[in-house]
């Protein structure tokens, strides 16, 4: 794919088109790829978009830059929703990483504009509308994901270049307390978003890392694909039987040089050798 993203995010697939969904946060914008023919369309999300889940019909559950809505695309033009605004008076801040649970839930965390300062949160957008803080003292919050029993929600603050778990009541959508997974060290790169396989292994975007890295449940480094650009943020499987892996990139900061010589800000796909675990769409 020729597009090239200033901070490409949030790839999630979509089974039903066999598209890949993906967001420019800098442009704010909402991309679908097709891979059969190599076409990337896009459009502007008003306000700006972080983050992206499917819905049934062909809409979609959004993380905007203040909050929460819901979405369809049609024919080049978008029709959007509000849900909520939990960040809106907060200038400090914005929001960042999504993604839905099993039951349907779309989580979504917020990250400091600053990226030193803990003032982030962890939302949770249930199918009544409802939305509820989860968490706070974030700094960025960043990459989601689940256990294959569901029992075991995984969550990033990069800025602490760690990966938590946390015990995860699949009916209740309620959480424990958070327990360090692994340390990935400031001078590996950062970690960012994330995807499971249905091993349970994580698969995680390393930002300065040129990387995607597979970790075992217990925080043991198993794999490693390259990717031909450093700023890597983020991961999701598709493809027919999910076997594929397909990477975010940024090209954020760089030099039009720098671009050219590392792809940054692709799209790539990769054969990880496992498959991996499907998305739920938003219940709401």
Known sequence: MSTTASLGEGPVWDSASETL?????DAGELHRFDPASGADESVVVPGGVTACGLRDGGSFVLATVDGFAVASWHRGKLELEIVGEPERENERVRMNDGKCDPLGRFWAGSMSYSETDPLGSLYVLGSDHQILRVASGLTISNGLGWSPSADTMYHIDSATYSVAA??????????????ILLDVGSANGMPDGMAVDVEGCLWIAIWGGHAVRRYAPSGELLAEVEVAAGQVTSCCFGGSQLEELYITTAAQGLSSTEVAETLAGRLFVADPGVAGLRV?????
């Open 280 to 284: 739920e769409r938003f219940a709401g």
């Open 21 to 25: 969904l993906w967001v420019d946060i």
């Open 166 to 179: 946390l015990d995860f009541d699949p009916i209740a959508g309620s959480v424990g307390e958070p327990r």
